[in-house]
C-alpha cells in the first residue's frame, strides 16, 4: 500500500471520481427525463471549474472515470459475440485511453509551468484550458463521440467553440485572481434562442422497431419480420403518410439481390415515399445501406463512416486480419463510400445518415452549393446497447450537431425512441 500511494492517493481518486460523476450527471438526468438547463449549466461549470484546479493525477482518474461513465456501454455489444468474458478488458482500455488523454493535457500543464517556477499560474490554467478545447478533436480508434462542450448541449450556455472558451476564460480569471465576479463573463456564451417554432411533420412517419440483435438475425424468423414491416408501410399509406422512414438494416438481407422484395417495395412506392435500411452486395464485400423508393426510381445511399471494430477494424492490416479471425469468425470488414450522399424527395433534399455517422462531424460538410445539411435522415439499431446510456447519448450528439448547423434531423431507430430534432429540440414520435 505504501509503494501505491507514491502514485495516487484515495483523494486524487475520490477528487477524480467526483469531478467525473459532475461531467456526467447531464447524460443520466437526460436518460431519466430529468434534465433542466439550470441544473445542466450549474453541473458543467462545476465540472469545469474542479477539473481546472486539480492536478495532473486528479485529472488522470478524472479522464478515466469520465471515459467509464460515457462509454461503459460499449462493452454490451460483446454479449451478442459470447466474449462476455473480454468486457472488463474493453472498459479498462477505454479508462486507460481517456485517462491518459486527460493526464497528458495536465503533465504538459505542469512541465511548462515548472519552466517559469510559478504554481497555479494563468500560464498552467490557459494550457489546461486549450487542451479541453482540443480533446474535441482527438477521435481514439476514430471514435469521435467525446466532446467537452457536450456538457452544455441542454442549458443556457451555447456549444459553440467560441463560447466554450468564453466559459473557460471565465473561470480561469476567478481562479487566478481568485475573484468569482469574472464569471459574469459567462453571460456572453449565453444561448440565445432565435429558434423558431418547430414545423408539423404529421405527412412523415417514423417507425420505432423492437427487434433484438438475435432475432434479427435469425433468417427463420425474417418472413414474419419482413410482413410485419410491410404491413406497417401499408398503414402508413392509409393514414396518407408522404413518407415512411425505417431504420438501420431493418431488412437485414441484401436487399439488391432480392428481386422480389424490390418489387413488393417499388410497387408500395407508388403510394408513399419509403427509406429502409438494408444490406448491399458489390459482389466483393457487404454494405450497410439506405434504400431509398419514390414513385418511379430506386436510390441505394452506402454508409460512409462505419463503426469502429463493430463494421470495420480501425486498426493496421495484420492486427485487424488477426482480430476477425480470432473473433469475428473470419468475418468481412464492411466498405464504406467514399462521399456523403444527398437525396432528394417531393422537393426537399435530405443528407443520408445510418446510425454512427450522423455523430461525426463529416457528415455535415458543405453540400456542392455551399450550404450544410437542412434535413438529414438517420436510421439506427440501438439493439446491440439497450438497455443502456447510449441511445441518450446519441441523441444528446444529434442535439449538439442540429444546434450547430442548424440541422433538422428525422430518427428511425430500433430499440429505442425515435424522434425528430429541430433547432436542437427534440419532439418524441
Avoid at 469521435?144 to 456549444?159: A, H, N, R, T
Avoid at 480501425?314 to 437525396?343: C, E, G, M
Amino acid at each position: 500500500m505504501n509503494k501505491i500511494r507514491q502514485y495516487f492517493t484515495t483523494l486524487e481518486i475520490t477528487r477524480g471520481l467526483f469531478i467525473a460523476l459532475l461531467g456526467s450527471a447531464f447524460i443520466y438526468l437526460s436518460y431519466w427525463d430529468f434534465s433542466t438547463p439550470l441544473l445542466n449549466t450549474i453541473l458543467g461549470l462545476l465540472t469545469l471549474y474542479f477539473l481546472l484546479r486539480s492536478e495532473t493525477k486528479t485529472w488522470f482518474f478524472t479522464g478515466a472515470f469520465l471515459g467509464f461513465f460515457w462509454f461503459w456501454w460499449i462493452s454490451l455489444s460483446l454479449i451478442h459475440y459470447d466474449m462476455i468474458w473480454a468486457a472488463p478488458i474493453v472498459i479498462l482500455i477505454i479508462m486507460g485511453t481517456y485517462g491518459l488523454m486527460f493526464a497528458f493535457i495536465a503533465w504538459i500543464s505542469e512541465k511548462v509551468t515548472s519552466i517559469f517556477t510559478i504554481q497555479h499560474s494563468l500560464l498552467s490554467l490557459t494550457i489546461k484550458a486549450f487542451g479541453l478545447l482540443l480533446l474535441s478533436y482527438i477521435h481514439p480508434f476514430t471514435f469521435d463521440w467525446f466532446k467537452p462542450e457536450l456538457l452544455f448541449v441542454e442549458s443556457y450556455i451555447g456549444i459553440e467553440k467560441w463560447q466554450f472558451s468564453i466559459v473557460l476564460l471565465a473561470i480561469i480569471l476567478s481562479i487566478w485572481r481568485q475573484q468569482f465576479i469574472y464569471l459574469f463573463l459567462i453571460l456572453f456564451a449565453y444561448q440565445i434562442d432565435t429558434n423558431s417554432p418547430a414545423k408539423s411533420h404529421n405527412d412523415i412517419a417514423l417507425i420505432n422497431t423492437h427487434t433484438t440483435v438475435e432475432e434479427k438475425w435469425n433468417q427463420t424468423k425474417h418472413d414474419a419480420q419482413f410482413e410485419v414491416l410491410l404491413n406497417t408501410i401499408d398503414k402508413a399509406i392509409t393514414e396518407k403518410k408522404s413518407l415512411i422512414v425505417l431504420p438501420e438494416s431493418v431488412f437485414p438481407i441484401f436487399l439488391n439481390r432480392s428481386e422480389k422484395l424490390l418489387n413488393i417495395l417499388q410497387k408500395k412506392a407508388q403510394n408513399i415515399n419509403i427509406v429502409t435500411g438494408a444490406l448491399y452486395w458489390d459482389g466483393t464485400t457487404p454494405r450497410n445501406s439506405t434504400y431509398i423508393f419514390t414513385k418511379n426510381n430506386m436510390t441505394i445511399a452506402n454508409k460512409v463512416l462505419l463503426v469502429p471494430f463493430g463494421e470495420a477494424n480501425p486498426l493496421p492490416d495484420f492486427l485487424s486480419d488477426w482480430v476477425n479471425r480470432t473473433f469475428y469468425d473470419n468475418a468481412v470488414d464492411y466498405r464504406a463510400d467514399s462521399n456523403v450522399i444527398d437525396y432528394t424527395i417531393d422537393g426537399i433534399t435530405y443528407r443520408n445518415a445510418i446510425c454512427f455517422e450522423a455523430t461525426s462531424e463529416k457528415l455535415y460538410e458543405k453540400d456542392k452549393n455551399g450550404n450544410y445539411p437542412q434535413h438529414m435522415i438517420v436510421l439506427s439499431n440501438n439493439g446491440w446497447f439497450v438497455p443502456s446510456i447510449e441511445p441518450t447519448l446519441q441523441k444528446l450528439l444529434l442535439q449538439y450537431y442540429s444546434k450547430k448547423y442548424g440541422t433538422t434531423m428525422y430518427h428511425a431507430i430500433n430499440m429505442s425512441d425515435s424522434y425528430i430534432i429541430q433547432n436542437g429540440l427534440v419532439t418524441k414520435e
